[in-house]
């Protein structure tokens, strides 16, 4: 079968403006939705969508240097009570709450260099057998040396992690070297990715230059608060992709609380939209046109958006329709994670631990309900009711491993959850890679110890099935592998007219997309279309997707299942004494 070219710019700059129109609609419509859910004015809309926008289109997360998946890792919000809306900032670099040690030093310095220390600057006098004015020298020679040496590197900015004498600040003062003592290990490591620092974890490390961090200013700015000025720390221009921090300001705490709740939440959102997009389009896809005016997903009482992918649309259950509403709503948790040192001091916030352990992601290591009490009960919550999107950021799903030599099921299907770009997540890219694609990655049953290219995996949900097999590509594909280089292709093709789309080189975006979301999209975003000339069925139910990566080809077809549901009895039973 003769693979198609892609042809016609203005017809794919027509697809790609659909696709980003709707991810647009969407994003929109998501947070007009929880900025009225959280009781918010409707008006700070217009400040959170291009907060969310820009921070999720600038952060990179380099998942493949060992970064977090989940973009807000990387994305801080810092709130200024009182103030005007119109104090609201994005700052692409570290703001935290901090002073310098003395009122003397300079506090506004332009292209900075920045020393990070996470160690103390002090004389250990333990153990030390001496009379007093002799330790008096020591401890005088010894940080004398010291802060010489930080000297030499020529700081503008010290940041330290631990106490600093009261003899070696005198002699930083003296030295006209500005410095915090005291900076968390959190912020100090922010400050070392977003500034491209490194840390130094003791004296000796002075021996060797370390590498300075970098920015475009360094300033201070004192905010009021309810305990009293409020001193913040910034470090601003670093490069736009390692971090950035967005200040809220305008309203009273309780509202900023809320607002830092939908700020972080918008920007998830963003995000993955953002990766979708650029998953939608190495499929060669499209979306259906809708109506603007009409675009609202909705499913329970046409007025909730679920997902945080448009076009997806999840089918309530007969039990839900028959159940007492009560069943389905209790209050939810907020997500700790989104939490700092100013939010846990807030009397308004409950915190509630979480005891289910989220391992690494396993695909054959499935999770044990009886042994979590907090099992489907959402993370990313806020005091309200369920269902709300907040509690659809997860996907619980069956997932079994057939041996097609054997003829046995390796792993009977057993039950899984993936919450999305969390640590029991991986990317779609990673995924195939090491699941897919690694030669040395074999079948856990005992009994088996067999190859992938042996195996067929089963996703299962609702009435869908996403049914995963690899085989030799050599065998399938007349491809010239030279070209290739170390990219992973993708394709599709449509078992109804059995049209086939371009090879598609899997950009990074594509890569970082979290199998979670790929999984929920698979099952329910039967609004996206093949965009190859002639086809235009559904792209996950109609199309075969194939992905292509050393030299072995992985296979995902959809199907459906025929799923039994349980149907309560009528209240009254009659029945005839008579009969047998």
Known sequence: MKQPSENGKSVDNTAMKAIRRRADVHLVNMIKQIIEKEDLPASWIDVILPLARRASQSITPWIKDEDKMDVREYVKVKLIPGGEVRDCDYIEGVVFSKNLAHKKMRNDIDNPKILLLNTSLEFQKENRLLLMDDLVNQERSYLKIMVARIAALNPDLVLVGKTVSRLAQE?????NIPFALNVKYKVIKRIARATGADILISATDHMIRPT???????????YPSPTGPKPLMVLDGAPKELACTILLSGADLPTLYKLKRVMLFSTYIAYNLHLESCLLWDQFGTVLPTNPEKDRESVFEDVTILS???????????VREMA??????TDSMTDISSLDEDDMSNPNITIVENQFDYSTFDPDAPIEPKKNPNFGVSELGIPGNLPSCYSHQNFVYLHSLYCNTTSKQCLPFETFKIDYYL???LPLGDFLEQYCFNPSYKCKAKEC?????????????????????????????????????????MWTFCKLCSRMTPFIKMTEETWKYSFGKFLELSMYGFSHVSRAPGCGHSLHKDHIRYFFWNNLL????????DVLEVVTPPLNLYFNPLKK
């Open 324 to 329: 007492a509403p009560s069943l389905y709503h």
């Open 449 to 489: 110890g067999r190859d992938m290219t042996e195996h067929d995996r089963s996703f299962v949900h609702g009435n869908g099935r996403l049914n995963l097999s690899v085989c030799r590509g050599d065998a399938q594909l007349k491809l010239d592998t030279s070209s290739v280089s170390d990219s992973m292709l």
């Open 423 to 425: 640590d029991n997540d």
């Open 212 to 222: 300075m961090g970098q920015a475009k200013k360094f300033y201070v700015r004192t």
């Open 308 to 318: 945080s992918s448009p076009g997806v649309h999840f089918p309530q259950s007969k």
């Open 171 to 175: 002699f930083l003062l003296e030295a």
């Open 554 to 561: 992985a296979e995902i077809e959809y199907d459906t299942v």
